[in-house]
């Protein structure tokens, strides 16, 4: 069942109390996304918060300049929302698209806000995963001011293993802040070392 993989996740850090756990899952609705559909627009509300059942979905903004930056990459079993925009309820400054089609358990706000109040493990378990974001989002800041390109690179590959065989090189370079032409040579270079 789809909601086996979310219930995995609730239970994985914490023990959920079945009332709670039933109750939290209830509030979630299966959607399906096809491969490019925009899950979030920059400038609308962001409603609802996405977990990953199959499939994989990039957050990204546009720069000033109208330039597309990739700021993330949403796989398995793994929540994803703006979360500014979800948390204020003011508008979305990043867009969510699915990079393949992707079967995502989605909660709305006013759920979530009811969720919270009623649900102490579910008001532990979002505390958890915002600290979760919050220290990938020090991390990420941290590669972007004080690593090269080749450097994030690496590290991506390092915590996403199998990201080449599922993501666009071009959202890659962009994650990383350099042309796909660069990125390509970068990564023919590390497959030459390897052989």
Do not use: W
């Amino acid at each position: 069942m789809v909601s086996d993989a979310l219930l995995a996740v609730l239970n994985k850090n914490m023990q959920f109390p079945d009332d709670e756990a039933k109750y939290v899952l209830s509030l979630f609705k299966e959607k399906k996304y096809k491969r490019q559909a925009l899950l979030l627009q920059e400038g609308k509300l962001a409603q609802e918060v996405f977990f990953v059942v199959k499939g994989s979905l990039r957050l990204f903004i546009h720069t000033e300049e109208g330039q597309e930056r990739t700021c993330n990459f949403i796989f398995e079993n793994e929540f994803v929302t703006d979360l500014e925009s979800f948390s204020r309820q003011t508008r979305a400054t990043a867009a969510i698209m699915a990079l393949e089609p992707s079967t995502c358990l989605t909660i709305d706000c006013n759920d979530l806000v009811e969720a919270l109040k009623h649900s102490p493990a579910t008001a532990e378990f979002f505390r958890m995963i915002v600290e979760e974001v919050a220290t990938d989002n020090m991390r990420r800041t941290k590669s972007l001011l004080s690593l090269s390109p080749e450097k994030q690179f690496d590290e991506l590959l390092q915590n996403r293993p199998g990201i080449l065989q599922r993501v666009p090189l071009r959202y890659i370079a962009q994650y990383v802040g350099i042309a796909p032409e660069s990125l390509s040579r970068i990564r023919k270079r590390r497959l030459e070392l390897k052989s």
